[in-house]
């Protein structure tokens, strides 16, 4: 009695999965078909930016070696035009590379195009803060040491990407200006951080011990 029932019950679903196949078969070939379309579709977005980004990085690299080789004016123009057209990445990229080339014969220049970089909102806080990283170091070449030291601070902050470094170069300038106290607040803080990199704690520790040969003693 059970298989009748059974039976009966297979085939009232049979019939109502017919009924509902029937009214919205439309419906349902075009969803499989807009999915297909899609899925077609990213793949092949995904290969257009991988064959783009592969493309962009041989220019990157051939730009590279034009300003290795001492072809200054052939790189920058290499490097401008990827910052014009390369993907977002790689135009960052040649912008920070085409301002580093400025640097050997153009500091003010460079300076300029690091600090339009470090403005630049669009761009990863990462690029932003190497941008401003570098900006200073050429200001501290270039007697800029008030702005340099502004900039060098605001990198310094707990947390900072490159925290370690900017708290390296505001000790070395204080300690260079015979300004002990503010260099041991800034060597401290690099060796009191466990996240600091090992070269930046040693460097750190050799610094300290001039700071401390060279402060007078307190009365």
């Known amino acids: ?46 290969w257009r930016r991988t064959q783009a980004a592969e493309a962009a990085g041989a220019r990157f690299e051939d730009a590279l070696a034009l300003e290795r080789a001492g072809k200054d004016a052939d790189a920058a123009a290499a ?12 135009a960052v990229l040649a912008r920070l590379a085409d301002a580093a080339s400025l640097a050997k ?47 060098l601070e605001s990198l310094s902050t707990p947390g900072g990407s490159f925290r370690s470094t900017a708290r390296e170069l505001l000790g070395a300038n204080a300690l260079a200006a015979g300004d002990y106290d503010a260099a041991g607040k800034w060597l401290d803080m690099i060796v009191a951080d466990p996240e600091a990199p090992a070269s930046a704690r040693q460097n750190a520790e050799m610094m300290l011990g001039l700071v401390r040969s060279g402060k007078p003693a307190s009365k």
């Open 1 to 46: 009695m059970s298989d009748i029932f059974r039976e009966v019950d297979e085939e009232v679903r049979r019939d109502q999965a017919l009924e509902f196949w029937k009214k919205y078969q439309n419906y349902i070939i075009a969803a499989v078909v807009l999915i297909l379309f899609a899925t077609a579709g990213w793949r092949f977005y995904d």
């Open 79 to 90: 490097f401008a035009k990827l910052a014009s057209d390369a993907p977002r990445g790689y």
């Open 105 to 151: 014969s153009d500091p003010d220049r460079a300076i300029s195009a690091y600090d339009t970089l470090a403005d630049d909102a669009s761009i990863s806080p990462l690029f932003r803060d190497a941008a401003r990283l570098r900006a200073a170091i050429l200001r501290l070449d270039n007697g800029q040491t008030e702005k340099a030291k502004t900039a």
